[in-house]
């Protein structure tokens, strides 16, 4: 119970109470110092940043790992370029198995979109980087090989006892032999990344060089963004990783393709529908005017008329008359008669509206800021 305002204890509070109460408000004062004071410790720290160094887990968007992945570049999701790196897995698995005369296995890792500048810097080194060229789209892409996949495709290629571990030089440049097998087995990536992107569109992958230096390999502006692909090789108990990356500039020729949520998709149309539609309009009826003479005549002559009056129209008779659907002038043509009917001979092609389809879209566009005003 609380105290009254005069100071003196309510008659139902015993000292055993009161000194409770004080023992508490001593140990909440001594909790919030040992509090200010004490260490965090590894599961609080993991929980604060929101991914553990020991087991980082890229589906978690808590805590700082949120902040920063909120900073890093999301674009839109383009649906083909899974089918097109899954028809590659398959493509190169056959490949590599016949370039090495081994058990070769390729998996895809994982698809994100990164910023170019980020990528470079985050490049394990020693490694080799093959800039390529897309002859049809004209833009580069690039492929990283990592050393664990040189080391063992050299290891491979060369004969190397199955079982043994590959052995690593340090602080040594590539070869020229070992450069030269990266580069054959690039050229396998390419010629079968070649064949993933056929069904959707034709293109010619060549090499442009090779460097070992990420600097030397800049292929657009470092923020700007780009698709990352790795896939993971193995040769049962060897192998590493190969990266390919596109810049979207690179693919942008190709982005409505990209965007089709299946092969051959069309976006807002249909073809029964356009073909139902067209012989619609083919069957529809419209009314003509064939107009003999127009002329303009001043307000004043107008009221002057009379019943009786003669307006002379001044037309020869061989002269073209026109054809018009509502206040659309089609073609002009001649009179003429057939039996008895009057008739007209079409005697020039129909006229092409000026309107396009894209004009009349943007018609009521136009018209707002002059309505505004």
């Not at 580069?183 to 069904?199: G, N, Q, S, T």
């Not at 993971?232 to 690179?250: F, H, K, Q, S, V």
């Not at 003999?292 to 002559?301: D, H, I, M, S, T």
């Not at 073209?320 to 089609?330: A, E």
Request: proline fraction near 5%; hydrophobic fraction near 45%.
């Amino acid at each position: 119970m609380p105290d009254r305002p005069d100071g003196t204890a309510d008659a139902g509070t015993s000292p055993a109470i009161s000194g409770q109460w004080a023992a508490m408000v001593d140990e909440s004062k001594l909790g919030q110092k040992s509090a200010a004071e004490r260490v965090l410790n590894q599961e609080e720290i993991d929980g604060l940043l929101g991914f553990s160094l020991a087991d980082v887990n890229f589906n978690d968007n808590s805590g700082i790992r949120a902040i920063i992945d909120s900073a890093m570049v999301s674009y839109e999701r383009l649906p083909m370029l899974e089918i097109v790196f899954d028809r590659l897995v398959r493509l190169l698995t056959t490949s590599l198995r016949n370039f090495t005369s081994d058990n070769v296995e390729v998996s895809l890792d994982r698809i994100t979109s990164v910023r170019f500048g980020d990528y470079i810097n985050s490049i394990p080194l020693p490694a080799i980087l093959a800039v390529f060229k897309a002859e049809e789209w004209d833009n580069l892409g690039l492929v990283t090989v990592n050393s664990s996949l040189i080391y063992s495709m050299i290891d491979v290629l060369l004969g190397g006892r199955r079982g043994s571990a590959v052995m690593r030089v340090e602080g040594r440049p590539y070869t020229t032999i070992e450069t030269s097998l990266v580069k054959r087995m690039v050229e396998v990536i390419l010629a079968d990344a070649e064949l993933a992107f056929k069904p959707l569109s034709p293109v010619q992958f060549n090499i442009d060089r090779i460097e070992s230096n990420p600097r030397f390999a800049a292929i657009t502006r470092p923020a700007n963004a780009a698709i990352l692909v790795r896939l993971r090789i193995d040769m049962e108990d060897r192998g590493g990783t190969a990266e390919l990356l596109l810049p979207y500039a690179t693919i942008e020729p190709i982005r409505g393709v990209l965007l089709q949520m299946f092969m051959g998709e069309k976006f807002g149309r249909d073809q029964i529908w356009e073909e139902h539609l067209a012989t619609e309009i083919g069957l529809a009826e419209v009314n003509v005017d064939a107009v003999l003479y127009e002329a303009r005549l001043p307000l004043r002559q107008m009221m002057a008329l009379k019943v009786g009056d003669t307006l002379p129209l001044e037309i020869r008779s061989d002269a073209m008359i026109t054809l018009r659907c509502g206040d659309v002038s089609l073609t002009e043509g001649r009179m003429g008669r057939v039996g008895d009917r009057v008739s007209v001979r079409v005697a020039k092609q129909l006229r092409k509206p000026k309107m396009t389809y894209a004009m009349f879209e943007n018609a009521d566009d136009s018209k707002k800021p002059m309505e505004a005003s």
